[in-house]
């Protein structure tokens, strides 16, 4: 848990974010990332709702300055 929290704002530093986690256990069999950290898809999210948010500001998403 801790790790996803950590990666969830990826390259960037929005301020006002705040995130909270739960780890619960549960009689299913555990899963998680198969190969590496950081799966593809929540970095295809995450790109895409900045693109989303830069659109509605009006500026090129470049703009947008990582850490």
């Known amino acids: 848990?801790?790790?996803?929290?950590?990666?969830?704002?990826?390259?960037?530093?929005?301020?006002t974010i705040k995130a909270l986690g739960k780890t619960v256990y549960t009689n299913n069999a555990a899963g998680g990332a198969a190969r590496g950290a950081g799966p593809p898809q929540?970095?295809?999210?995450?790109?895409?709702?900045?693109?989303?948010?830069?659109?509605?500001?009006?500026?090129?998403?470049?703009?947008i300055p990582p850490h």
């Open 42 to 63: 929540s970095n295809f999210a995450q790109e895409s709702a900045v693109d989303m948010l830069a659109t509605k500001m009006g500026i090129d998403p470049l703009e």
């Open 1 to 15: 848990m801790l790790r996803s929290l950590y990666s969830l704002q990826g390259p960037y530093y929005f301020p």
